[in-house]
């Protein structure tokens, strides 16, 4: 069982089939095919299973594939020891849809302008799903939202705070001012699904008084959470930054400060221990951006502030 054929196995898993495989490899497809058959035969088992045209692992297959990705994630971690130092190779970045529409466009391009040896791969989801894949050496690093059980970063990863977020209480127009969780008129939460740290910020204010949201309705992105709360579905939280690149559409909307409570730290974490020059610039470039903007606004007492219902964002 060498890395090359469990680079192969990995591929055929990523992209759902042999064909694609072969294509993002730069084999023949005969070739990848091959591979993965003197694989099996070297396990003693199959790994994959035909359902119509699609493979589908068997329990073998998944029961081999996260040690497949440690081993690799292993082996470009040595790679990288041993080479200079100098940024390359592949480097898997996560990262909230939050951060990856209003902070990383610019750092990424720049990134990428300077170190165009290193292939950048960015995938998105919520903060609990991304912890569990950097763990699981599915992406070298991700940007997530300082969670609010600490217990969910343990001694398994290192960390670096990157930014601030500024998290707000988005309601249809008209709707009172909110200084407490009883302000709140509307009994419907609309938030990312669970692992969101935001949604947990929120929902344990909730909690706090008392008071738990009679649903959730659970949607993919803030233009479509945006859209349902305008459309008076329910209330939401999220980040200042992200309504500000909203085309109009916040306008639609009203907006109420959350004071302290809503200033949320974003962390940069990798695995303890890895080293990786691709990522050591990327942290550095992370940083640099953040000291370059202008310094966050002091947090406001809690909940003694609101926007008046309808008043649009000011870019800061």
């Known amino acids: 069982m060498d890395l090359a054929a469990l680079t192969i196995f990995r591929a055929v ?27 099996e035969q070297q396990l003693g088992v199959e790994l994959f299973a035909r359902d119509g045209r699609r493979l589908v692992l068997t329990p073998a297959g998944r029961a081999l594939l996260p040690y497949a990705e440690r081993l690799l994630a292993l082996a ?12 390359r190779g592949r480097l898997a970045l996560g990262a909230m849809e939050s951060a990856a529409a209003s902070r990383l466009p610019r750092v990424l391009a720049a990134y990428h302008q300077r170190w165009p040896e290193v292939e950048l791969e960015l995938s998105t989801g919520t903060t609990g799903c991304l912890i569990d894949r950097v763990r699981e050496f599915e992406i070298d690093a991700a940007l997530v939202a300082k969670p609010p059980d600490a217990s969910a970063l343990t001694d398994a990863f290192d960390c670096v705070p990157i930014f601030s977020e500024e998290l ?3 309601t249809p127009r008209g709707h009172r001012a909110i200084r ?16 969101c740290a935001y949604r947990s910020y929120i929902e344990r204010w ?15 992105s803030y ?10 579905a329910g209330v939401a939280v999220a980040p200042r930054s992200v309504l500000e690149l909203l085309p109009g559409g916040a306008q ?11 200033i949320v730290p974003t962390l940069l974490i990798w695995r303890h221990g890895h080293y990786c020059a691709a990522l050591d610039a990327l942290r550095e470039a992370l940083l640099e951006s953040a000291a370059a903007q202008d310094p966050p606004a002091e947090p ?4 003694l502030r609101e926007e008046r219902p309808g008043t649009p964002l000011t870019t800061r």
């Open 13 to 39: 898993v990523r992209e759902n089939g042999v064909t694609r495989a072969a294509q993002k490899l730069n084999r023949v497809q005969s070739n990848v095919t091959m591979r993965i058959k003197q694989l």
């Open 206 to 220: 909730y909690a706090e008084h008392d008071i738990r949201p009679a649903r959730v309705l659970e949607l993919g």
């Open 180 to 195: 407490a969780a009883n302000d709140v008129a509307l009994s419907t939460l609309v938030a990312f699904e669970r692992g």
């Open 76 to 87: 470009d971690e040595a790679r990288h020891a041993v080479r200079e130092d100098r940024p």
């Open 168 to 170: 707000v209480m988005v």
């Open 252 to 262: 639609e909307v009203a907006v109420h400060p959350l004071g302290a409570l809503g």
């Open 223 to 232: 233009h479509a959470i945006v859209a349902c709360v305008a459309a008076g």
């Open 300 to 303: 406001l007492a809690p909940f």
